[in-house]
């Protein structure tokens, strides 16, 4: 038997024994996807950890992914299989100085991005996706002055949509600023055929959606989707070549339901080295250690749930 075979039996094993659930972003690695319970974006996998009835959540993501679990789900075990696994985007913020960015401005309304700790979301009236960001913002009263963190690009979008009073906080997702409209149009010219899909995860797509308002619209023949919607247009649309924009690691599912279409990456350079931290082997002694617990402290975890919540409410899921 091979060592990534008896890697695999082990974790299947632990894996019902303690009753735990895998779940894995999109941009993880492929062994880790394979081995997971559920594949998704990060309010996908928030959904799995809010509705198992698992003692133990292995999660396959970065570490504001794991707080979002904790806090959506407190009386679940949630462990990371590498501590280390941050985000350069969320880290740009801290709560200190998001107290600070508030006291400058006290009437403001503070809206985050979810790639945020727990501690900055414990400050935060509405969080949002990349998705819903414009609904979100649409929804709060007009007379208010918006704080937008972390994604400046995020931001400058959502403000060029809207025209709303908005403070934006300078962070970006240096892993990401690659995927470039000038870049998506030389590739779309070399394949003329070809289904450009984008997937508005992460930062990685967040300077492509700036740059496309900045040059007029965002261009009819790109389809923004969700990881299913993706997964089912993959399966659907007629091309046989698509462009995705997005961290690479999406290409994986892709390729595995589709062995006949050819999935070409926008950026192959977009690959997010926090994702790939986390091994199948790093799964398997997460599982054996019980390592690496992330607990939100309640009062933090009662205080971030609501600005979940109150996205919710105008975007559900
Ligand atoms: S892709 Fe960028 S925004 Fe997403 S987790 Fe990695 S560093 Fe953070």
């Known amino acids: 038997m091979s060592n990534l075979n008896g890697v695999i039996e082990e974790i299947n094993r632990l894996r019902k024994e303690k009753n735990a659930v895998i779940l894995a972003h999109n941009y993880q690695l492929p062994d880790v996807q394979d081995i997971a319970d559920y594949v998704g974006d990060s309010l996908g996998l928030s959904q799995q950890a809010a509705k198992t009835e698992a003692d133990i959540i292995v999660f396959c993501g970065v570490h504001f992914m794991a707080e979002t679990a904790s806090i959506i789900s407190p009386d679940k075990k949630v462990l990371i299989p590498d501590h280390d696994a941050g985000c350069s985007l969320a880290d740009t913020i801290n709560l200190e100085k998001l107290k600070e960015w508030k006291e400058e401005h006290p009437e403001a309304v503070v809206v985050s991005y979810v790639n945020t700790s727990a501690n900055v979301k414990s400050e935060t009236d509405y969080c949002v996706t990349s998705s819903n960001a414009v609904q979100v913002v649409k929804a709060i009263p007009a007379d208010k002055k918006i704080l937008f963190l972390p994604d400046m690009f995020l931001g400058a979008y959502v403000k060029k949509v809207t025209g709303r009073d908005m403070e934006i906080w300078p962070g970006e997702c240096h892993v990401h600023a690659g995927i ?53 247009h993959a399966i659907e649309s007629e091309a046989d070549e698509f462009i995705v924009a997005t961290e690479t690691g999406i290409l994986h599912r892709m390729k595995k339901d589709n062995p006949d279409k050819t999935f070409i990456p926008a950026n192959e350079n977009a690959v997010c ?10 799964v398997l002694k997460s599982l054996q250690e019980e390592v690496f617990e992330v607990k939100v402290p309640t009062g933090i975890a009662v205080k971030a749930k609501k600005s979940i919540d109150r996205m919710l409410e105008i975007s559900p899921i």
């Open 180 to 232: 470039k409209v000038k870049d998506i149009k030389a590739m779309k010219k070399e394949h003329p055929k070809a289904d450009m899909i984008v997937h508005p995860e992460c930062g990685c797509t967040t300077t492509y959606l700036y740059q496309s308002v900045e040059n007029g619209n965002l261009p009819d023949d790109i389809k923004f989707l969700s990881t299913g919607g993706m997964i089912k």
């Open 273 to 282: 080295e926090y994702m790939k931290m986390i091994t199948i082997e790093k």
